[in-house]
């Protein structure tokens, strides 16, 4: 068998996509402007709505982790051009080169035979090698810094977005910002194309031309 070049998938260390820029929604902007209450300083400070509470301090958490997130990959990609990912390659006895990268994926390939071990030991011994460079160039360069932060500014955005399900909104922003981080969560991390984004995105906008329609009635009735 003629030799190739067979890799692994190679793992994933970022938490998630980060959307290009980052990800502020028209309905983000008019919760920010309060397009849906008239005063969007009072607002932000003292919030009559639980709903829309819970929704600032969910954006504060959701920008840091954005900001970090964005960071973490800076310094991945400097990682990878300077250290690559940790891996190993095997060559099997037909003679095809296969590159692994985990421990886990060496063992599930090579498997315990023993005419196996000579291989694994020196696999395992190249894999820690390369293991312990990444390490050393992970803390040099405060990517295991950044990467803890990112970690926990995305767990605190995520008990956040979790406590909109006990929270029952009051207002149009209320329900506008419940709809507005579930979405842009989801758009990080789905097929933003599919099942359930198009009609929440749909609700969304309903709401939001609602508080447009609403703000202009009041304003002639008021006139």
Same mark, same amino acid.
């Given at each position: 068998m003629a030799d190739s070049d067979n890799t692994t998938t190679l793992p994933f260390v970022t938490r998630r996509q980060v959307l290009a820029g980052g990800m502020i929604t028209s309905t983000a902007l008019m919760l920010e402007k309060g397009t849906f209450t008239g005063n969007a300083a009072a607002t932000k400070m003292s919030p009559s709505d639980p709903a829309l509470a819970l929704w600032w301090e969910w954006q504060t958490a959701h920008r840091l982790s954005e900001r970090l997130c964005r960071r973490q990959q800076r310094l991945e990609t400097k990682l990878i051009e300077s250290i690559g990912f940790p891996c190993v390659t095997v060559r099997v006895s037909e003679g095809e080169d296969v590159t692994v990268h985990s421990i886990e994926a060496l063992n599930e390939f090579l498997g315990t035979r023993p005419d196996m071990a000579a291989l694994r030991e020196a696999a395992e011994a190249h894999f820690a090698a390369h293991q312990a460079r990444w390490d050393a160039a992970a803390e040099e360069i405060g990517y295991n810094t950044v990467f803890r %932060? $990112?970690? $926990? %500014?995305?767990?605190? %955005?995520?008990?956040?977005?979790? @406590?909109?399900?006990?929270? @029952?909104?009051?207002?149009? @922003?209320?329900?506008?910002?419940?709809?507005? %981080?579930v979405l842009r969560e989801g758009e990080a991390w789905e097929e933003c194309s599919e099942f359930p984004w198009p009609q929440i995105r749909s609700a969304l906008n309903d709401l939001v031309r609602f508080g447009k329609l609403e703000k202009v009635f009041n304003g002639e009735r008021r006139s």
């Open positions: %932060a $990112e970690r $926990e %500014a995305g767990d605190w %955005a995520q008990d956040l977005l979790e @406590a909109f399900s006990t929270i @029952a909104a009051t207002t149009l @922003a209320g329900v506008a910002g419940k709809l507005d %981080a």
